[in-house]
């Protein structure tokens, strides 16, 4: 079984950045993967996500033009560089995998999951 480790999280002012990764215990070179995160009292929301040949990223309208999501070199870890952070993007940050997603927005289409990673922008 295939484990995803998330790191990277911390806290930031508004406007500053970090880098999110998320490495696999396993090759998941086949994997689309996806970020989404969970601020307190809301629902787990969809970031962003990227195929598992790296060809395709999607993003929230919320993160677009902030965000960017990629792939390392060996396939095996993911990584989501943060921009221009604001308060609205505190949350858990979650990274999801599994094989052929159809509705990359969805979390129920992903099976595999990190424990989260925490994102606090302060002012």
């Known amino acids: 079984q295939v484990q995803l480790v998330e790191s990277g999280g911390g806290l930031v002012q508004v406007g500053g950045s970090l880098r999110l990764s998320c490495a696999a215990s396993a090759r998941f070179g086949i994997y689309d993967m996806a970020w989404f995160r969970q601020a307190p009292g809301k629902e787990r929301e969809f970031v962003s996500a990227i195929r598992s040949t790296g060809s395709r990223t999607y993003y929230s309208p919320s993160v677009k033009g902030r965000f960017t999501i990629s792939r390392g070199d060996d396939r095996n870890t993911v990584f989501l560089q943060m921009n221009s952070l604001n308060l609205e993007d505190t949350a858990v940050y979650y990274c999801?995998?599994?094989?052929?997603?159809?509705?990359?927005?969805?979390?129920?289409?992903?099976?595999?999951w990190g424990q989260g990673t925490q994102v606090t922008v302060s002012s």
């Open positions: 999801g995998g599994d094989e052929r997603v159809h509705e990359y927005w969805t979390a129920t289409f992903y099976d595999l």
